[in-house]
T-cell receptor, first 113, second 117 residues
Framework: NAGVTQTPKFRVLKTGQSMTLLCAQDMNHEYMYWYRQDPGMGLRLIHYSVGEGTTAKGEVPDGYNVSRLKKQNFLLGLESAAPSQTSVYFC????????????FGDGTRLSIL | AQKVTQAQTEISVVEKEDVTLDCVYETRDTTYYLFWYKQPPSGELVFLIRRNSFDEQNEISGRYSWNFQKSTSSFNFTITASQVVDSAVYFCALSDPMDTGRRALTFGSGTRLQVQP
């Protein structure tokens, strides 16, 4: 019973490099989200998806792109990494209902040098 | 404006003490949902409780209890007889307004609880 799985768990990049974070969920959830967590700021929404083939911007989308080609997967891309993107990234999924809790992955710790 | 405020950045208590974590929220919705999550030192986010705005009954689960007061827009979390294993960062979160269609959450900045043995 995996729930939400994020890969990789840790990564160090140099400024200007690109990479993709993968999120996979096995609960058949419609909604998926990418958040970033920075010290003293809680979690902030980067992008989200309300279903396969759809994506939309959250509060802090600049510098990121996403894709939801399959219902179970939600990819977060950094085209040209910047030190300001050093953060812990969490993926989450939920059922199609406002009162359902979001299920989170274990997070990806990303450092940009 | 949609906002969640956790004014207590860090709390330190000695084991067996009771501790209350405060959460104050702002929303334009009349129906909304509030959540608490725990983030232990290992880093994952663990769902603790969900409360809807039309049910103001307080809830108790073992040593945990939650006090929801719509009149003061607060949803406070109390741990009774704290234990070292309760040491974590605790987040309060609020559901997105209905008209956004996002189903995302607005998080507070978190309260770090340290329980000393």
């Amino acid at each position: 019973n995996a729930g939400v799985t994020q890969t990789p768990k840790f990564r160090v990049l140099k400024t200007g490099q690109s990479m993709t974070l993968l999120c996979a969920q096995d609960m058949n959830h419609e909604y998926m989200y990418w958040y970033r967590q920075d010290p003293g700021m809680g979690l902030r929404l980067i992008h989200y998806s309300v279903g396969e083939g759809t994506t939309a911007k959250g509060e802090v989308p600049d510098g990121y792109n996403v894709s939801r080609l399959k219902k179970q997967n939600f990819l977060l891309g950094l085209e040209s990494a910047a030190p300001s993107q050093t953060s812990v990234y969490f993926c989450a999924s939920s059922q199609d209902s406002r009162n359902q809790p979001q299920h989170f992955g274990d997070g990806t710790r990303l450092s940009i040098l | 404006a949609q906002k969640v405020t956790q004014a207590q950045t860090e709390i330190s208590v000695v084991e067996k003490e009771d501790v209350t974590l405060d959460c104050v929220y702002e929303t334009r919705d009349t129906t909304y949902y509030l959540f608490w999550y725990k983030q232990p030192p290992s880093g994952e986010l663990v769902f603790l409780i969900r409360r809807n705005s039309f049910d103001e009954q307080n809830e108790i689960s073992g040593r945990y209890s939650w006090n929801f007061q719509k009149s003061t827009s607060s949803f406070n979390f109390t741990i009774t007889a704290s234990q070292v294993v309760d040491s974590a960062v605790y987040f309060c979160a609020l559901s997105d307004p209905m008209d956004t269609g996002r189903r995302a959450l607005t998080f507070g900045s978190g309260t770090r609880l340290q329980v000393q043995p």
